[in-house]
């Protein structure tokens, strides 16, 4: 049932601004017509207090009953207003809290998750290190046994190191007699007929004792 003016009692002005807003979207008294109530309201306290304090009367139930009758409904409506802005800026306080905990919580879920993944391919990496390590340790490990037990895997790697450098040190000297030969002009064929056919020896011009 609508609420007609004037309004006298409390129950009368929530009842006005429940009709005039209605329900929210859950089906909840809307927050414009709590604010704007609350709005009468402090004005009825500071009333009481102005005639407790100032007039030195304590408001009987008829006094409070003409505080509301007096009030026109320009009065209700610009409370309206303020109300309606109040409840803006506090929808807006509320809306940019959200926001930034939304915020915040996305930045902490990305940082998260990176952190994550950079730590599992850290984990890999170190995990690939230590493979890495066993098995060269393990390698060594077994080289340096084989040679100092001189097994035949050990036998047989110093065969081949003493192979090995004495095949260098023979291709060293035939390298070295190569480019001794190239440096004298040396003929091997020519050096084979001097064996087998020595020149015959001349004589001197001047044999000794003769002018």
Same mark, same amino acid.
């Given at each position: 049932?609508?609420?007609? #003016?004037?309004l006298?009692?409390? @129950?009368?002005?929530?009842?006005?601004?429940? @009709? *005039?807003?209605? /329900?929210?979207g859950d089906?909840?008294? %809307?927050?414009?017509?709590?604010?704007?109530? !609350? /709005?009468?309201?402090?004005? +009825?306290?500071?009333?009481?207090?102005?005639?407790?304090?100032i007039?030195h009367?304590?408001?009987?139930?008829?006094?409070?009953?003409?505080?509301?009758?007096?009030?026109?409904?320009?009065y209700?409506?610009?409370?309206?207003?303020?109300?309606?802005?109040?409840?803006?800026?506090?929808?807006?306080?509320? /809306?940019?809290?959200?926001?930034?905990e939304?915020? *915040?919580?996305?930045? +902490?879920?990305?940082?998260?998750?990176?952190?994550d993944?950079?730590?599992?391919?850290?984990?890999?990496?170190?995990?690939?290190?230590?493979?890495?390590?066993?098995?060269?340790?393990?390698?060594?490990?077994?080289?340096l046994?084989? /040679?100092?037990?001189?097994?035949?895997?050990?036998?047989? #790697?110093?065969?081949? #190191?003493?192979?090995?450098?004495?095949?260098?040190?023979?291709?060293?000297?035939?390298?070295?007699? #190569?480019?001794?030969?190239?440096?004298?002009?040396?003929?091997?064929?020519?050096?084979? *007929? @001097?064996?087998? %056919?020595?020149?015959?020896?001349?004589?001197? !011009?001047n044999?000794?004792?003769?002018?």
């Open positions: 049932m609508p609420v007609d #003016f004037p006298k009692t409390a @129950d009368a002005v929530f009842r006005y601004y429940v @009709d *005039k807003y209605g /329900l929210d089906g909840d008294i %809307h927050a414009i017509a709590l604010f704007t109530y !609350a /709005l009468v309201e402090k004005a +009825r306290i500071d009333f009481t207090e102005y005639s407790i304090n007039l009367k304590t408001p009987t139930a008829q006094d409070i009953e003409d505080w509301y009758a007096e009030k026109p409904p320009a209700f409506d610009e409370l309206s207003d303020r109300g309606l802005t109040w409840y803006s800026g506090f929808a807006r306080i509320l /809306l940019e809290e959200e926001f930034e939304h915020a *915040k919580s996305a930045v +902490r879920d990305a940082i998260s998750e990176n952190f993944h950079v730590k599992t391919k850290i984990d890999s990496t170190n995990a690939l290190i230590g493979t890495i390590h066993t098995t060269v340790s393990s390698e060594t490990a077994n080289v046994g084989n /040679l100092k037990t001189g097994g035949a895997w050990g036998r047989n #790697f110093w065969i081949g #190191f003493w192979a090995g450098v004495g095949a260098n040190v023979a291709f060293t000297v035939l390298v070295l007699i #190569f480019v001794f030969a190239i440096d004298r002009d040396f003929s091997f064929i020519g050096w084979a *007929k @001097d064996i087998l %056919h020595p020149p015959a020896a001349t004589a001197p !011009a044999p000794p004792g003769r002018p």
